[in-house]
Nanobody
């Protein structure tokens, strides 16, 4: 089992940047595929970016070229660098760990993009 704690959310102006972090504990971090998802009010939770345990990445079309996911297995942490933020990026961002059909979630961190 793995526990996930997100940090780094906040209020930022359009065009600004934020870096989210997700710290994992309780298990062997390197075996998990990791991801970031987001959920805006009244909407479903959608995938933003994922990184496999081998380092392969994929992104939602809406964030390609603006967001970058990375992981540091020695620190048991996954990051989401978000640049050129837009108001439509406003949501609660959740960290996800996936292994053998099991999913674990963090508590979420709020990102608000507004002037």
């Amino acid at each position: 089992q793995v526990q996930l704690v997100e940090s780094g959310g906040g209020l930022v102006q359009p065009g600004g940047s934020l870096r989210l972090s997700c710290a994992a504990s309780g298990s062997i971090f390197g075996i998990y595929d990791m991801g970031w998802y987001r959920q805006a009010p009244g909407k479903q939770r959608d995938m933003v970016a994922r990184i496999s345990n081998g380092g392969s990445t994929n992104y939602a079309d809406s964030v390609k070229g603006r967001f970058t996911i990375s992981r540091d297995n020695t620190k048991k942490t996954v990051y989401l660098q978000m640049n050129s933020l837009r108001p439509e990026d406003t949501a609660v961002y959740y960290c996800n760990a996936h292994f053998l059909a099991r999913d674990y979630w963090g508590q979420g961190t709020q990102v608000t993009v507004s002037s």
